[in-house]
């Protein structure tokens, strides 16, 4: 699913109608825009010519590693003060985070980084947080001059949660699957299988129907991977932003977690990035970072035994993954990752160049670092690890659950499969540590189940629906393909007149959101009017009523996530 506007978005490249300054420059992109400048032929070179004119040209990323620094480290958070003075909260956690990161063991930075991070969340009513924040700050070397202003933060903070001032910690209403699940999927709706249709590919069919507010699927992702511009704002492992409350890897100042769990679980990846971690930064790319991340999750899956990787990667052609004939009752990991290997995914795509370069850039990184040097030592080894770098970094971009716009990147094997529709019946979000998909509007039996990668039309008036730039691929959805449309369009029926008063008190209680009826009453009211009215689908009448679902979806999810996330803090104060 990769998006390549955000491609050209990295390049500098402005999409069709938005100007220049709108978009970043990628310092990795521009490296090879030069290149392709300077040696058209390398327009469509492979990941060993790359690999060969990098090593012609080496060092090829030329970044100094930084260690951590209480200089840079105190520079940074009062760059974060001004923020915060200026009330920008955002902002100044980030800058707070990378203060964080910065921060020399033992030293007082990371003690006063946090303890500015507690002031911050006492302002946001976020109690469970700045508690959480001040017990860190209290462990790291808080100055004991300045410790009893934070005392008596704490002291409040605890007050005010007495008083049941928290936002909450338990998901009103709880989100997680609401129907029967697979027997030998328990994160998956029971009813949904696998099949293989000639436009789609792999495609989820529904064999019984769904209701409207269905949430049928929760799955942990695999793997992720996050883009540079997002270190000091999202968990590294589970791509969370965990309300900019991080906490640092103690050997790089570019990787942040959630919390300890997170950060041991990346080890077993990141202990092969940790010491390259800011030629990678250099390089790195929202999804395209999957491409050596999956190779090394492999390759700690094998127990670090290379050859036993190769064995198995050369034995077992990508023929095709599936995902749904494991069990996951008794989940092997290894087991998943063989699958993701013999995932099938196309290698016409227009942005292969891209896949070769970058997959050569992350070589040319990781093939100088000690830990990878140790294990990938003959020419066969060294190939291999490329060749599995652009195979993975394919297979990860076509597969990720990549919302549009977005740069973090959890890759799931199930939820992967469900294809992409501009008039799609089902919604997913990113979730804490999950990827959840929730039924839009009735499914019924047979139909393919799809969600949106980005575009839907009846919020995207504006776009051309079926961008192949924007979409990676030439949309074949009932919007999109002409011969679909016409009896798409005409199977909506007319909304009778009586459905006019019930959407009205919809709409009222949806001004005045907190108001007299809770979350879970309101998601109940759309959801019902959705399946009532359904038959209108998908004439603009219905639009609205679709446009309030989805909203309510997100809003509840959204919900959910916070109310784990104070409950995990507090779980963490015990
Ligand atoms: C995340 S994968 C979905 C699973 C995929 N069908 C498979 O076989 O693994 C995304 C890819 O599925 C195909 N796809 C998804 N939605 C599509 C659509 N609306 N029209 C055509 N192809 C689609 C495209 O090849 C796309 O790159």
Redo the contacts with the bound molecule.
């Keep these: 699913?990769l998006r390549s506007h955000k491609l050209a978005k990295a390049a500098n490249i402005p999409p069709a109608g938005k100007t220049k300054d709108a978009v970043v420059q990628k310092p990795m992109f521009a490296k090879m825009v030069q290149i392709v400048m300077r040696a058209p032929n390398m327009r469509r070179a492979d990941a060993f010519a790359y690999r060969k004119y990098m090593t012609d040209h080496a060092p090829f990323v030329d970044v100094p590693e930084v260690g951590k620094c209480n200089r840079k480290s105190a520079e940074v958070r009062q760059v974060g003060n001004r923020f915060y003075l200026e009330k920008n909260f955002d902002e100044a956690l980030k800058k707070y985070n990378e203060s964080i990161c910065y921060a020399e063991a033992g030293s007082e930075h990371l003690g006063t980084g946090y303890a500015n991070r507690s002031a911050i969340y006492y302002e946001m009513r976020e109690y469970e947080f700045a508690l959480a924040n001040i017990g860190l700050a209290k462990k790291h070397n808080y100055p004991e001059k300045l410790m009893p202003k934070l005392l008596a933060r704490e002291e409040n903070c605890k007050k005010k949660l007495k008083n049941g001032e928290s936002e909450g910690t338990v998901p009103d209403p709880p989100m997680g699957i609401n129907v029967e699940v697979n027997p030998k999927i328990p994160f998956l709706a029971k009813g949904i299988k696998m099949e293989?249709l000639p436009?789609?590919?792999?495609?989820m069919m529904a064999e019984k129907d769904f209701r409207a507010g269905d949430v049928i699927l929760s799955e942990k992702p695999l793997a992720a991977a996050i883009d540079s511009s997002l270190r000091y704002v999202d968990c590294s492992y589970c791509t969370i932003v965990h309300f900019n409350s991080l906490i640092p890897c103690p050997g790089c100042v570019s990787f942040m977690y959630c919390d300890e769990e997170c950060r041991q679980a990346d080890w077993k990846t990141h202990r092969f990035e940790c010491g390259v971690a800011e030629k990678l930064m250099f390089v790195s790319y929202g999804n395209l970072f999957l491409g050596p991340r999956m190779f090394f999750h492999g390759l700690s899956l094998f127990n670090d035994d290379l050859k036993a990787m190769m064995e198995f990667c050369e034995s077992n052609p990508r023929t095709?993954g599936k995902p749904l004939e494991l069990d996951y009752t008794n989940l092997d990991p290894l087991a998943q990752f063989k699958v993701f290997h013999q995932?099938?995914?196309?290698t016409n795509s227009s942005v292969e160049n891209v896949f070769n370069y970058f997959s050569a850039g992350y070589y040319s990184v990781f093939i100088e670092h000690p830990p990878v040097k140790a294990l990938v030592k003959t020419k066969r080894e060294q190939d291999f690890m490329l060749q599995c770098f652009l195979d993975y970094m394919r297979t990860a971009s076509?597969?990720?659950?990549d919302k549009w716009e977005c740069f973090a990147t959890p890759l799931g094997l199930i939820s992967?499969?469900?294809?992409?529709?501009?008039d799609p019946n089902a919604y997913a979000v990113i979730h804490p540590t999950e990827i959840k998909i929730a039924v839009l509007r009735p499914i019924r039996r047979g139909e393919q189940i799809?969600i949106s990668?980005g575009p839907v039309w009846w919020e995207q008036a504006e776009l051309k629906l079926a961008d192949t730039m924007l979409?990676?691929?030439?949309?074949?959805?009932v919007v999109?393909d002409p011969v679909k449309t016409k009896p798409w369009r005409a199977a909506g029926q007319k909304l009778p007149p009586d459905a006019l008063p019930e959407w009205g008190v919809i709409e009222l209680l949806m001004m005045n959101p907190g108001g007299c009826v809770d979350a879970a009453t309101m998601l109940n009211a759309i959801r019902k009017y959705v399946e009532s009215y359904a038959y209108v689908h998908p004439r603009d009448e219905f639009n609205l009523a679709l446009k309030a679902h989805q909203q309510n979806l997100l809003h509840c999810f959204m919900a959910e996530l916070a109310a784990q996330q104070r409950a995990t803090v507090v779980q963490g104060l015990l």
């Excluded at 995932?343 to 196309?346: D, E, H, I």
């Excluded at 979409?471 to 959805?477: A, P």
């Design positions: 699913m293989s436009e789609f590919g792999r495609s095709g995932t099938k995914s196309p076509f597969l990720a659950f992967s499969l469900f294809n992409h529709s501009c799809c990668y979409l990676g691929f030439e949309c074949r959805c999109c």
